[in-house]
Every structure is written in C-alpha cells, then in structure tokens.
C-alpha cells in the first residue's frame, strides 16, 4: 500500500537558519507533490506543488526538490521567522486520485 | 477560509445519534473532499466528490455517507456516531484534481 513518512515529526532550528524537511513516500508513482502548512486549530493552506518533471520550485523563501529516483521531496525555508513555526505537510500525489498526506512535520523556529 | 465555510464549528454529540455535518463552498469547485485528521494519524480521506451526485470512498469511508445535491454543498453523516469518530472534520475544495486544495476551518466533534 501506498506509504508517505515525513522525516521527524518536530523540528527545532533557530531564526536566520534553514529549516529542512523531508517527505518520502513509497510504494506509488506520483505525478505531483504538493505542501501545505498547517497553524493549531485551522485548515491546512497551499504553499507549492511540483510536478514529476520539474526538480525544483521555488516562492519567496520557500525551496522544494523532487526526486522521482529517491522517491523522495525536501521543503527548505531560508532565512527562517519564528511565524515560520507551524506543522508543514506533504502529499505525493497520483494523478486523478484525492490527495493523500503526510503525518506532518511540526517545525518550531525560536528567536 | 474564503469561499469554504464548515458548520457547525463544534458539535458535542452523544454515541448512537445521527450527525451532518455541512461544507458550503462559493468557489463553484467541482471536487470537494471530507478528512478527519486525529493526533498519530494525520489527515485521512473520507469521502470525495468529483461533481453533482458523484461520489466516492476514500481511505477511511466506514461509518460515514455523504450527499451532494448541489455544487455548493456537501454532506457529511455519521448514521450512528461512535466515540471512535470524535476527530476534527475538514472539508477541503479543489477546481481539478491537479491543483491545490483549500480547506475549511475544520469541525471539531466530540463523541460521548
């Protein structure tokens, strides 16, 4: 069965460093990946997806890789903010199918 | 969120009762999703809808059933609620199934 991990579920880096994290998925060939992050007690919100053919996407200080051979993608935010502090998501995704997700990863950037 | 709305937002509910809980979009989407997301499990899939009285199951479907009668609305009923459903609900829109999602504020229901 289909089989997303997400490297740790927390993630502690001071302000100004960059914040890695990972997603793997197994199992499945998906034809995009998508992020979002998730703030205590609301939806998730839609930062970036990435397609199979592109290895890298970049938005503001948001970096996401795609690699199809490692079965793997990694979310860098640069220069990070403590409002960077929040429960990030993946979904590697099949096309036509609904979104699966990662557990999440909860990053907490202090000051 | 814009253009999603989830009621109720809280719902405190006892086992064996029916429950419905509503996702109203002005987006016009054509797919709408309902997840339960529980501590240790993340989010999971419920039911989605691909249009008007389309449907289907997702990952964890058993227990639930859903209706779309309209674009705008779809429904999510908990025939006999279990405390095994206590879980915050949330309803998400896409325009395809190739794009982004935008979820709802989410519907936190307790089982007792």
């Known amino acids: 069965s289909q089989k997303i991990e997400q490297n740790s579920e927390a993630l502690n880096i001071q302000e100004g460093k960059t914040a890695t994290l990972t997603c793997n998925y197994t199992?499945?060939?998906?034809?995009?990946l998508q992020w979002y992050r998730q703030d205590p007690g609301r939806g998730p919100v839609f930062l970036l997806l990435?397609?199979?053919?592109?290895k890298e996407k970049r938005k503001e200080r948001l970096k996401v890789t795609f690699d199809t051979t490692l079965k793997q993608s990694l979310f860098h935010i640069t220069a990070s903010q403590p409002a960077d502090s929040a429960t990030y998501l993946c979904?590697?995704?099949?096309?036509?199918?609904?979104?699966?997700f990662g557990k999440g990863t909860t990053l907490s950037v202090s000051s | 969120d814009a253009g999603i709305t989830q009621s109720p937002r809280h719902k405190v509910t006892e086992t064996g009762t029916p429950v419905t809980l509503r996702c109203h979009q002005t987006?016009?989407?054509?797919?709408m999703y309902w997840y339960r997301q529980d501590p240790g499990h993340g989010l999971r899939l419920i039911h989605y809808?691909?249009?008007?009285?389309?449907?289907d199951k997702g990952e964890v479907s058993d227990g639930y059933s859903v209706s779309r009668s309209k674009t705008e609305d779809f429904l999510l009923t908990l025939e006999s609620a279990t405390s095994s459903q206590t879980s915050v609900y949330f309803c998400?829109?896409?325009?395809?199934?190739?794009?982004?999602?935008?979820f709802g504020s989410g519907t936190r229901l307790t089982v007792v």
């Open positions: 998400a829109i896409s325009e395809g199934q190739g794009g982004g999602y935008t």
């Open positions: 199992n499945y060939s998906p034809a995009y």
């Open positions: 990435i397609r199979e053919n592109e």
């Open positions: 979904a590697p995704n099949q096309a036509g199918t609904a979104l699966i």
């Open positions: 987006e016009n989407h054509r797919y």
């Open positions: 809808s691909y249009g008007v009285k389309d449907t």
